[in-house]
């Protein structure tokens, strides 16, 4: 079992309905219209409730960042790399993450592919955060309805996306190509390094393509998950667009895709 914690959280695991929830924990001492209707969706859903102290939560949550509700739920299922690939009536849209261990930066990119329409996130299994209650709390409860693949080995993982045609794209200090000058209507998987050291060498061979976000100012790089979010929201306004107006974006996308290499770096 799992507990999460925090509003957002609470109401997304229960209107998601992905996993079950063994119990909800409301704090006596905190009566608004927000935990009422939490309240409300337990009973409806036949979700057992009781109600605590603020400080019997505070125990039971390890913080007291709870705002008032703590949730007993199952572990997270994950969906399967193939599971994530398979072709959808749209260009697949995934993100991938090379090793990012702060939980907050996690769940702030969670919340961004939710956002932005991706249609699933890869993440390895070691050396990297996992979904846990901080990271949906800091994702807003967008985790619990983002698909989500764990994988033993991501650069195995990105060589499989390629082998269904679909392309690889790191995001690296060292690219060169501007992110906002890069084609996003296509199969593709946006690839982010971890806090500090940015993409694996491995990783970055792999990668068919490297762009980067220029700076203007002293520092060289962003927060991965500020970087993540202008990316993948630069990706959803050209893929917008090229639905408001299919026939133009197509001929201009068919153009651009027979310039590239077949193969990638590493490749």
């Not at 398979?86 to 849209?93: A, M, T, V, Y």
């Not at 329409?117 to 209650?133: H, I, K, M, S």
């Not at 967008?142 to 269904?164: F, P, Y």
Request: hydrophobic share 40%; charged share 25%.
């Amino acid at each position: 079992m799992q507990l999460l914690y925090g509003l957002h959280a609470v109401e997304e695991a229960i209107r998601s309905g992905n996993r079950r929830l063994e119990s909800v924990v409301i704090s006596r001492q905190r009566q608004d219209l927000r935990l009422s209707g939490i309240s409300e969706a337990c009973h409806a859903a036949g979700i057992p409730l009781r109600l605590e102290s603020k400080e019997q939560l505070t125990r039971l949550a390890r913080t007291d960042a709870h705002q008032g509700v703590v949730a007993v739920v199952a572990e997270r299922g994950y969906s399967s790399l193939e599971e994530l690939a398979h072709r959808r009536e749209h260009d697949l849209f995934l993100l991938a993450l090379d090793g990012v261990e702060d939980p907050h930066n996690l769940g702030a990119l969670l919340r961004t592919a939710d956002g932005a329409g991706v249609d699933g996130v890869v993440l390895p299994e070691r050396r990297a955060a996992g979904v846990n209650a901080t990271v949906v709390k800091t994702s807003a409860g967008a985790a619990e309805h983002v698909r989500i693949a764990r994988v033993t080995n991501l650069v195995r993982a990105l060589e499989e996306l390629k082998r269904r045609n679909v392309w690889c794209v790191g995001l690296d200090e060292r690219g060169s190509v501007d992110y906002d000058r890069f084609d996003y209507r296509c199969n593709f998987v946006l690839v982010l390094g971890g806090e500090g050291s940015g993409l694996h060498e491995l990783t970055r061979r792999t990668c068919d393509h490297l762009l980067r976000i220029p700076m203007a100012g002293q520092v060289s790089s962003l927060n991965v998950s500020v970087a993540g979010a202008i990316v993948m929201y630069e990706a959803a306004r050209q893929r917008r667009a090229a639905i408001a107006s299919p026939a133009i974006e197509e001929t201009a996308s068919a153009a651009v895709r027979a310039k590239r290499p077949l193969k990638g770096l590493g490749s």
